[in-house]
């Protein structure tokens, strides 16, 4: 049986512009995208990565990933958002909570995210220590994301208190 505050939700958001640099990779889940447009970001600039990252922080009550990993800070320039993920898990772990699952919406016209789907799963479970599902969806069509300006990516995150 729960006590009560042993299970918390949090909701991430991260949202990248396409880059204009033709070298700059795609990394989604944690998968380089050969070929397509890379984001815009200060990191790797993985919004999928980077929305369970904030909805973890968000659910353990440990802030926000611009609190943990600025863009003003040149340690997280170009970084393995994957890492930023293991160590976001380790924070939540010290703090006394296990990450539960991560459901992940993804927004974006290209690339198909399908063809991928289980590659990006796998990393971001393995980096975050549990179940990580991702959907991908498109715009329609509509606003910035229809227009294929850039990706974003929503994330919802079960943790529950370590049993003693």
């Given at each position: 049986m729960?006590?009560?505050?042993?299970?918390?939700?949090?909701?991430?958001?991260?949202?990248?512009?396409?880059?204009?640099?033709?070298?700059?990779?795609?990394?989604?889940?944690?998968?380089?995208?050969?070929?397509?447009?890379?984001?815009?970001?200060?990191?790797?600039?993985?919004?999928?990565?980077?929305?369970?990252?904030?909805?973890?922080?968000?659910?353990?009550?440990?802030?926000?990933i611009?609190?943990?990993?600025?863009?003003t800070?040149p340690?997280?320039?170009?970084?393995?958002?994957l890492?930023?993920?293991?160590?976001?898990?380790?924070l939540?772990?010290d703090?006394?909570?296990?990450v539960?699952?991560?459901?992940c919406?993804?927004?974006?016209?290209?690339?198909?995210?399908?063809?991928?789907?289980?590659?990006?799963?796998q990393?971001?479970?393995?980096?975050?220590?549990?179940?990580?599902?991702?959907?991908?969806?498109?715009?329609?069509?509509?606003?910035?994301?229809?227009?294929?300006?850039?990706?974003?990516?929503?994330?919802?995150?079960v943790i529950?208190?370590?049993e003693?």
């Open positions: 729960s006590t009560p505050g042993s299970v918390r939700v949090g909701q991430g958001f991260d949202i990248h512009r396409f880059s204009d640099d033709p070298a700059r990779p795609l990394v989604l889940g944690g998968v380089v995208f050969e070929g397509e447009r890379g984001l815009h970001g200060h990191s790797d600039a993985d919004a999928i990565a980077h929305a369970v990252t904030d909805a973890l922080l968000g659910a353990a009550g440990l802030g926000d611009g609190q943990h990993f600025p863009d800070d340690q997280w320039k170009g970084a393995d958002s890492q930023l993920l293991r160590h976001t898990a380790g939540l772990s703090a006394g909570w296990m539960g699952n991560v459901d919406s993804v927004v974006c016209e290209q690339p198909k995210l399908a063809p991928r789907r289980d590659e990006m799963q990393r971001l479970s393995a980096a975050a220590g549990a179940p990580v599902t991702v959907k991908g969806r498109r715009a329609e069509g509509l606003g910035a994301l229809g227009r294929g300006e850039g990706i974003a990516c929503w994330a919802v995150a529950q208190r370590h003693s």
